[in-house]
T-cell receptor, first 116, second 115 residues
Framework: AQTVTQSQPEMSVQEAETVTLSCTYD???????LFWYKQPPSRQMILVIR??????QNATENRFSVNFQKAAKSFSLKISDSQLGDAAMYFC?????????????FGKGTKLTVNP | GAGVSQSPRYKVAKRGQDVALRCDPI?????LFWYQQALGQGPEFLTY????????KSGLPSDRFFAERPEGSVSTLKIQRTQQEDSAVYLC?????????????FGQGTRLTVV
C-alpha cells in the first residue's frame, strides 16, 4: 500500500526567508504523480504544485519548487521569499490509479507559520 | 458556480441522528471523490465515483456510511446513526478522469460535529 510521510508537524519561517517542507512516500509503482496542497483555515485544499514521476526535472511554480528524488522516494517543497499569506497547512499527496479507481493518498500535514 | 460547492458548511448532529451531506462538483467533471479529515490529520479517502458509477468504496468506515451520485453530477454522502467518532470535516473533490496530470478541485468541506 502507498503511504505518505510528513515528518514535520510544524514549521516556522520569517517573512521573505526560505523554508523547506519534507515528504517521503512508499510505492512499488514506477509511474505516478505527486502533489503539494495548501489548506488555509477556510479548509479549501488548493493545489500548489505537481510532479510527474517520469520527469527528472523538478517542478517549479513561481516561489514554489520541489526537490524530487525518485530513488530515495523523497518529495520536498521549497517556498522562497515567504509571505504572510503562505501560512497554512501543507499536505503532500500521492496519486494512484488502480483497478478502475483513482485516489489521492495524503500525508498528515505540516503546519507552516510565517512570522512578520 | 465555478468551483465545487458543498452544503451545509457546518452540521451539528445528535448521536444517533442521520445526516446527509451534499456535493455539487464542477460542471463536466466525471470523477468525484469524498474524503474524511479528522482534526489535525490529513484527508482520508472514502469513496470514488466515475459518472454515476461508484467504482471504489473501500474507504467507507462502516455500513452506516453510504454515498450516491444518481445522475452523475450532484453527490450525497449519508451517515446513518451518527456516532461521536464521525465528527470530522468531509471534503468533496472533482476532476476529469484519467491521469494525475488532471487537477482535483476541492470544496470547502462540511464540518460535522456529533454531540
Amino acid at each position: 500500500a502507498q503511504t505518505v510521510t510528513q515528518s514535520q508537524p510544524e514549521m516556522s519561517v520569517q517573512e521573505a526567508e526560505t523554508v523547506t517542507l519534507s515528504c517521503t512516500y512508499d510505492t512499488s509503482e514506477s509511474d505516478y504523480y505527486l502533489f503539494w496542497y495548501k489548506q488555509p483555515p477556510s479548509r479549501q485544499m488548493i493545489l500548489v504544485i505537481r510532479q510527474e514521476a517520469y520527469k527528472q526535472q523538478n517542478a517549479t511554480e513561481n516561489r514554489f519548487s520541489v526537490n524530487f528524488q525518485k530513488a530515495a522516494k523523497s518529495f520536498s517543497l521549497k517556498i522562497s521569499d515567504s509571505q504572510l499569506g503562505d501560512a497554512a497547512m501543507y499536505f503532500c499527496a500521492y496519486f494512484r490509479i488502480q483497478g478502475g479507481s483513482e485516489k489521492l493518498v495524503f500525508g498528515k500535514g505540516t503546519k507552516l507559520t510565517v512570522n512578520p | 458556480g465555478a468551483g465545487v460547492s458543498q452544503s451545509p458548511r457546518y452540521k451539528v448532529a445528535k448521536r444517533g441522528q442521520d445526516v446527509a451531506l451534499r456535493c455539487d462538483p464542477i460542471s463536466g467533471h466525471v470523477s468525484l471523490f469524498w474524503y474524511q479529515q479528522a482534526l489535525g490529520q490529513g484527508p482520508e479517502f472514502l469513496t470514488y465515483f466515475q459518472n454515476e458509477a461508484q467504482l471504489d468504496k473501500s474507504g467507507l468506515p462502516s455500513d452506516r456510511f453510504f454515498a450516491e451520485r444518481p445522475e452523475g453530477s450532484v453527490s450525497t454522502l449519508k451517515i446513518q446513526r451518527t456516532q461521536q467518532e464521525d465528527s470530522a470535516v468531509y471534503l468533496c473533490a472533482s476532476s476529469r478522469p484519467g491521469t494525475g496530470s488532471t487537477e482535483a478541485f476541492f470544496g470547502q468541506g462540511t464540518r460535522l460535529t456529533v454531540v
